[in-house]
Each structure stands twice: as C-alpha cells, then as structure tokens.
C-alpha cells in the first residue's frame, strides 16, 4: 500500500528565508508524487508533480521538489519564502493499483512572519 | 487552471436534513472523486466513479451517497444529516490523457450541521 509521512505539521520561517517541507513516501510500486497547497478557505492547488521523469520538478510560484528513491523522499524546497506561501502544504502519492486514488500526507502549515 | 465548480461553498443546516452537494466539471474528465477533511486533517477518499453510472465508495466509511447520470455531474447527497458529518467535502476530476495524471479540485463545500 501506499502512503506519505510529512515529518514537520508546521513550519515557521522568516520572508526571504528559505522553505523546506519534508515528506517521504512508501510505494510498493514506481509511485506518481505530488505536492498541493491550500490556502485558508480555498480548495486544493497543485503545486508540482513527479512522474518518473526529471528527478528535480518545478512547480508554480518558485516552489520546486527533488525525488530521492534511496531516501524515499519528495521534499519541497523555495529559495525564498514570501508571506503569501502561508498555507497548509500536502504530500500525496497516487496509488497505481485499483482506482489510481490519491494518498494523502496530513499536512504541513507554513507559517512566513515578516 | 481547472473548471471545477462545487456549490455551495458553506452550508450551515439543522440535524435530519436532506442535503445535496453539488460538483461540476467542464474538462469532460472521466474520473471524479470526492473528498472529506476535517479542519486541520488529511484529505480521506469516501466516493469514486469511473463514469457515467459507476460510482464506488472509496476508503473511507460514509453514509453519503453519489450518483453519475451525467458526464459533468457528481453529487453527493446526505439523506439525514447528522452533527457528525461536519467536515468539509472536497470535489475533484482526473485528467489521464494526453501523458497526464492529475487530480483537479474543486474549492469544497463546509458543511456544518447543528
């Protein structure tokens, strides 16, 4: 089965700091990873995803995500955090078997302080 | 950015009430799922469908009910809402073609029931 652990559920960092987000993944199989961010009373929005293709994916708004296979980790990373990252940060991995459902990690909430 | 509507985005209703909620996509995607989180949790599947007249509950138990009669359409209907079904439910469709495999969401319904 399938599953992601997100190591921190918050993070706090300065405007201008760098943003690591932490998750690493089980998968029985080649696994599809994404990354989606919620902002407070919005729906979900995808970041970035990995589909077995470059190990080092770019997603929107400067967030970007490196697949480790021999770490089994998909950490997200931003050079630079801004104040509208502040948001809930989740780790998902597509379940290939059956319905291809998604998995969810249980969230990470960046919190960016000026 | 993905054309998935869900209406209403807040619903506040009394114990034993029916209720509805509605999902929308204009992408023509074959998949659709929805989904329930409760504040500050991760995203459970209770219901998918591969199309028009299928529909499947997915890992999480739920007394909700879904139907697919068109394409487009997904709703999900509570016969006799409970204070236990407060949470937030979570629409989404999957694009699978053209090389693709991603899940769009819809902005959610809050549904709070006294």
């Known amino acids: 089965a399938q599953s992601v652990t997100q190591l921190d559920s918050h993070v706090s960092v300065s405007e201008g700091t760098p943003v690591l987000l932490r998750c690493n993944y089980s998968?029985?199989?080649?696994?599809?990873l994404f990354w989606y961010v919620q902002h407070p009373n919005k729906g979900l929005q995808l970041l970035l995803k990995?589909?077995?293709?470059?190990?080092l994916v770019k997603g929107i708004n400067g967030f970007e995500a490196e697949f480790k296979k021999s770490e089994t980790s998909f950490h997200l990373t931003k050079p630079s955090a801004h104040m509208s990252d502040a948001a809930e940060y989740f780790c998902?991995?597509?379940?290939?078997?059956?319905?291809?459902?998604?998995?969810f990690g249980t969230g990470t909430r960046l919190l960016v302080s000026p | 950015e993905a054309d998935i509507y869900q209406t209403p985005r807040y619903l506040v209703i009394g114990t034993g009430k029916k209720i509805t909620l509605e999902c929308s996509q204009t992408?023509?995607?074959?998949?659709m799922y929805w989904y329930q989180q409760d504040p500050g949790m991760e995203l459970h599947l209770i219901h998918y469908?591969?199309?028009?007249?299928?529909?499947e509950k997915g890992d999480l138990s739920s007394e909700s009910t879904v139907s697919r009669i068109r394409t487009e359409h997904f709703p999900l209907t509570l016969e006799s809402a409970r204070p236990s079904h407060t949470s937030q439910y979570l629409c989404?469709?999957?694009?699978?073609?053209?090389?693709?495999?991603?899940?769009?969401f819809g902005p959610g319904t809050r549904l709070t029931v006294l």
């Open positions: 989404a469709s999957r694009q699978t073609s053209g090389g693709s495999d991603t899940q769009y």
């Open positions: 990995y589909t077995s293709a470059a190990t």
């Open positions: 998968s029985s199989y080649s696994p599809s």
């Open positions: 998902v991995v597509s379940d290939p078997t059956g319905f291809q459902k998604l998995v």
């Open positions: 469908s591969y199309g028009v007249n299928s529909t």
């Open positions: 992408m023509g995607h074959d998949k």
